[in-house]
């Protein structure tokens, strides 16, 4: 499970949206599998999104809804009494590996929520690890070596498969990329040159690097006749951040992260099309038909319920995501269209078919997905009674979160920075462009990434 940060929907090859962007091993996985076309995570902020993907969960249902819940000891003592994929997987017999980015609580806790190696790596900083780069376990302690972290984490995956190949196995890989600070080495950038932005060429270095390491992992796998027995997931875990201007700041802090989200609307912090559709792929070889392009609306939620449903575990209700196996390898759908769910402070949504309802900066827009993913067309007016059936669904299943209700989590700073970007994306209504960067103090970079609320 590949799990990239602040990657705009726009930025693989195979989305066909730019001709920019270079992932030809990503694009090789869909090529041999499905790319999801309406792909999905469960927030538009990396911290929640995580806890998501990992447990399988809405993670409103135990109270963590946006970042700043990261610091609430109350919040993670919940998060921690949920069972993770890879703790129910290890219970199956499985070994379990993550590489990356973690933010969901101290790094010597890691390991308590079923992984048995670890490196925690999302910058060229110290990391933390329980397993050194031969695949030799380590007592759990810092790590201090040198190298681009994009690349040691690739690096580890594939000592983890060298390691484990006989066995079952789960690895998470997590890339801080291309998630501010931007980073990428000048070896990286020179693969892009000419005109652009100079935030662009960061992110496209970065965003190869992370597509370098899923080729490496391939090879790997191939290397011990284990491509046709592994499941691979390559998914974003937020729609990139654009700050509405894409303003080409100078140096690699906070800010746009050169990423895009074309041609969907909106950004991160944003319950719109471009806050959470991602890129989305998935690969089988020999299980899943390869060259497809799936327009069925999936979320992150997917990957648990499909993942424990081929390891043989009882289907659990509390899980929310379904098995994607059934649609993908040709059994006809035996369901109506489900409902996708999404609560974020003060934004909630709904989508259902081809139809979304979205709460949002103090408003209420219903759109036509199939026919407008723009979102640029508010349905609301000519279609009152399908914006009130969804409400309705979405009104009941808040019911269910913790705390329960559609506005039962309040925040004035970010009530008043979703109307900002609300009036932006959906009303038209713009702010004046800020002055060039020549003329504004510089900012340091912040080296916590992504400590903030948006």
């Given at each position: 499970?590949i799990?990239?940060?602040?990657?705009?929907?726009?930025?693989?090859?195979?989305?066909?949206?730019?001709?920019?962007?270079?992932?030809?091993?990503?694009?090789?996985l869909?090529?041999?599998?499905?790319?999801?076309?309406?792909?999905y995570?469960?927030?538009?902020?990396?911290?929640?999104?995580?806890?998501?993907?990992?447990?399988?969960?809405?993670?409103?249902?135990?109270?963590?809804?946006?970042?700043?819940?990261?610091?609430?000891?109350?919040?993670?003592?919940?998060?921690?009494?949920?069972?993770?994929?890879?703790?129910?997987?290890?219970?199956?017999?499985?070994?379990?590996?993550?590489?990356?980015?973690?933010?969901?609580?101290?790094?010597?806790?890691?390991?308590?929520?079923?992984?048995?190696?670890?490196?925690?790596?999302?910058?060229?900083?110290?990391?933390?690890?329980s397993?050194?780069?031969?695949?030799?376990?380590?007592?759990?302690?810092?790590?201090?070596?040198?190298?681009?972290?994009?690349?040691?984490?690739?690096?580890?995956?594939?000592?983890?498969?060298?390691?484990?190949?006989?066995?079952?196995?789960?690895?998470?890989?997590?890339?801080?990329?291309?998630?501010?600070?931007?980073?990428?080495?000048?070896?990286?950038?020179?693969?892009?040159?000419?005109?652009?932005?100079?935030?662009?060429?960061?992110?496209?270095?970065?965003?190869?690097?992370?597509?370098?390491?899923?080729?490496?992992?391939?090879?790997?796998?191939?290397?011990?006749d284990?491509?046709?027995?592994?499941?691979?997931?390559?998914i974003?875990?937020?729609?990139?951040?654009?700050?509405?201007?894409?303003?080409?700041?100078?140096?690699?802090?906070?800010?746009?992260?050169?990423?895009?989200?074309?041609?969907?609307?909106?950004?991160?912090?944003?319950?719109?099309?471009?806050?959470?559709?991602?890129?989305?792929?998935?690969?089988?070889?020999?299980?899943?038909?390869?060259?497809?392009?799936?327009?069925?609306?999936?979320?992150?939620?997917?990957v648990?319920?499909?993942?424990?449903?081929?390891?043989?575990?009882?289907?659990?209700?509390a899980?929310?995501?379904?098995?994607?196996?059934?649609?993908?390898t040709?059994?006809?759908?035996?369901?109506?269209?489900?409902?996708?769910?999404?609560?974020?402070?003060?934004?909630?949504?709904?989508?259902?078919?081809?139809?979304k309802?979205?709460?949002?900066?103090?408003?209420?827009?219903?759109f036509?997905?199939?026919?407008?993913?723009?979102?640029?067309?508010?349905?609301?007016?000519?279609?009152?009674?399908?914006a009130?059936?969804?409400?309705?669904?979405?009104?009941?299943w808040?019911?269910?979160?913790?705390?329960?209700?559609?506005?039962?989590?309040?925040s004035?700073?970010?009530?008043?920075?979703?109307?900002?970007?609300?009036?932006?994306?959906?009303?038209?209504?713009?702010?004046?462009?800020?002055?060039?960067?020549?003329?504004?103090?510089?900012?340091?970079?912040?080296?916590?990434?992504?400590?903030?609320?948006?």
């Amino acid at each position: 499970m590949i799990f990239t940060d602040d990657h705009g929907y726009a930025d693989l090859g195979v989305q066909g949206v730019r001709d920019d962007v270079r992932t030809p091993h990503i694009d090789a996985l869909a090529a041999r599998g499905v790319r999801f076309a309406d792909g999905y995570v469960t927030a538009p902020q990396c911290v929640p999104s995580r806890a998501g993907i990992l447990t399988g969960r809405y993670q409103n249902r135990f109270g963590l809804e946006s970042n700043p819940d990261a610091a609430d000891a109350g919040v993670m003592q919940r998060f921690r009494q949920q069972q993770t994929l890879p703790e129910r997987l290890r219970d199956r017999g499985y070994v379990t590996g993550m590489a990356g980015k973690w933010h969901l609580g101290p790094p010597p806790q890691i390991s308590g929520h079923g992984f048995d190696h670890v490196f925690l790596k999302q910058s060229n900083g110290a990391g933390f690890w329980s397993m050194n780069l031969d695949g030799e376990d380590v007592p759990p302690s810092l790590h201090q070596g040198g190298g681009y972290h994009l690349e040691l984490i690739a690096d580890f995956a594939c000592a983890f498969i060298d390691r484990h190949h006989e066995k079952p196995f789960f690895f998470y890989l997590a890339p801080r990329a291309p998630h501010v600070p931007l980073d990428a080495p000048k070896r990286l950038l020179d693969r892009f040159p000419g005109e652009m932005p100079e935030r662009r060429r960061q992110a496209l270095a970065m965003i190869s690097a992370v597509d370098d390491g899923v080729g490496r992992i391939v090879e790997t796998l191939r290397k011990h006749d284990l491509e046709r027995q592994t499941l691979i997931f390559v998914i974003g875990d937020n729609g990139a951040p654009l700050k509405m201007h894409m303003l080409d700041a100078p140096g690699g802090g906070p800010g746009w992260d050169g990423s895009l989200n074309t041609p969907m609307n909106g950004e991160k912090g944003m319950l719109t099309e471009g806050g959470v559709r991602v890129p989305f792929v998935a690969a089988w070889p020999g299980v899943i038909p390869g060259g497809q392009t799936s327009s069925d609306p999936v979320i992150s939620l997917d990957v648990a319920a499909t993942a424990l449903a081929l390891a043989g575990t009882p289907r659990d209700e509390a899980l929310d995501g379904v098995d994607l196996l059934p649609r993908l390898t040709g059994e006809p759908p035996s369901a109506p269209p489900r409902a996708l769910y999404w609560r974020w402070l003060d934004q909630s949504a709904i989508r259902k078919g081809r139809w979304k309802y979205l709460r949002g900066g103090g408003r209420e827009y219903l759109f036509d997905l199939v026919a407008d993913p723009e979102e640029k067309h508010n349905r609301l007016a000519d279609r009152p009674e399908q914006a009130a059936q969804l409400f309705g669904e979405l009104r009941a299943w808040s019911r269910e979160l913790s705390p329960p209700g559609i506005g039962a989590l309040k925040s004035e700073a970010m009530r008043s920075q979703g109307v900002k970007f609300y009036d932006w994306y959906l009303e038209g209504i713009r702010d004046p462009v800020p002055p060039p960067a020549a003329n504004r103090k510089p900012r340091r970079p912040n080296p916590a990434g992504d400590g903030g609320r948006r």
